[in-house]
Each structure stands twice: as C-alpha cells, then as structure tokens.
C-alpha cells in the first residue's frame, strides 16, 4: 500500500487541497497569484500532483509532463512571507484531515520541505 491509499486515496487529496484555496482564497498576498478563470485548474493541478507523488495515479505527468515546480512557480514572487502564508494555509488543511500523527507528520514534512524550495526571491 502507498501513503496515498494508506490516508484514503484521492478523497483525502481534494479535501485537502480545496481546504487549503479557501484560505488562499482570503489571502491579500496569495489570491492574486490565481486568476479566477483558472482557479479550479489551480486546484485540479495541486490535486493531480499531490496524488502522484504520494503513490496515486500518474494523471498529473500523463497530462503536464514533468512537474518541474521551480519552473512553474518562476513567474511568481515567492518570497518568505509568500511562503509562510502559503505554509499556514497548507497546515489548515492538513489539521482538516484528521490523520493520525505519523502521517500527518509524514505529509508535513514534504509540504514544509516543498515550500521552502520554492522560494525565488527575498524581495517584498
């Protein structure tokens, strides 16, 4: 069994994720990073590769290719508060979920790790 079966599969993954756009979505720094017309591809995208790196379906390459997310996130200002506000979005989420403590401290650790490499820039 993967992580990802192990927590419940994709359910776990969009909960997750469309936990974590709602405080996005209340973000004076975040929200403008995701065009409206775009968002739900946002959060599509966001699902598809968190499922594939955690041992879910290869969707998210079969459709984007690699996911290269330094690249992806180039276009963005990713400073540290860009980052620590992404992180405290992200760990909303995760208490949403109610995983036992090694698997939220399992998906932490990535998540944390994550966000830290995708910092571009220390510019406000």
């Given at each position: 069994m993967t992580f990802y079966d192990d927590i419940g599969g994709r359910p776990v993954f969009e909960k997750l994720v469309r936990e974590f756009y709602i405080g996005v979505g209340a973000d004076p720094v975040l929200r403008p990073m995701y065009p409206d017309e775009d968002l739900e591809g946002a959060i599509q995208r966001l699902t598809g590769f968190l499922e594939?790196?955690?041992?879910?379906p290869g969707?998210?390459?079969?459709?984007?290719?690699?996911?290269?997310?330094?690249?992806?996130?180039?276009?963005?200002?990713?400073?540290?508060?860009?980052?620590?506000?992404?992180?405290?979005?992200?760990?909303?989420?995760?208490?949403?979920?109610?995983?036992?403590?090694?698997?939220?401290?399992?998906?932490w650790d990535y998540l944390e790790r994550a966000a830290h490499a995708m910092v571009n820039t220390f510019e406000e």
């Amino acid at each position: 069994m993967t992580f990802y079966d192990d927590i419940g599969g994709r359910p776990v993954f969009e909960k997750l994720v469309r936990e974590f756009y709602i405080g996005v979505g209340a973000d004076p720094v975040l929200r403008p990073m995701y065009p409206d017309e775009d968002l739900e591809g946002a959060i599509q995208r966001l699902t598809g590769f968190l499922e594939q790196y955690w041992g879910g379906p290869g969707t998210y390459s079969e459709v984007r290719g690699h996911p290269r997310l330094r690249m992806r996130h180039q276009p963005f200002k990713v400073n540290p508060d860009a980052r620590d506000r992404w992180l405290l979005h992200m760990r909303a989420a995760v208490d949403s979920l109610q995983l036992s403590p090694l698997d939220d401290q399992t998906l932490w650790d990535y998540l944390e790790r994550a966000a830290h490499a995708m910092v571009n820039t220390f510019e406000e």
